[in-house]
């Protein structure tokens, strides 16, 4: 995993996962502990076969001490399916009580013979107000 100028990124088997968060100040309000931060993943199949995400599962980390856990079935309402080359995005946000914390998880994904496997979705910073 590693981060390149607030693109944070990973590559599990063959399943680029790339994300850009962003503080949102006009919908946040800091003197309540309201906190709102957009995201945008993309997601790369750069194998040879296709790939379909089936589930998400998420660690919240809040400075102001909470962290969260969120597992559900496929994103933002959708379990996409990839073929070789082919790319999906999607955005989505959280909002946290402090202006600082940070995001990762995993997707679970099936390959087209059957076979699963957790492709890691990479930690990234949340930061603002």
Known sequence: ???????????????????????VPEQSRPAAGHYVFAYRIRLENVADQPVRLL?????????AG???EVE????VGEQPTLAPGEVYEYQSF??????RGWMAGAYRMA????????????RFELEGG
């Open 55 to 63: 589930s998400r599962r998420w660690q919240i980390h809040d400075e």
């Open 66 to 68: 909470e962290d969260t």
């Open 94 to 99: 959280c909002v946290l009580r402090s202006p």
């Open 111 to 122: 390959r087209s013979d059957g076979t699963t496997f957790w492709a890691q979705i990479p």
């Open 1 to 23: 995993m590693a981060e390149t100028r607030g693109l944070f990124y990973s590559i599990t088997e063959r399943l680029r996962i790339t994300a850009r968060p962003r503080y």
């Open 72 to 75: 559900g079935d496929g994103v």
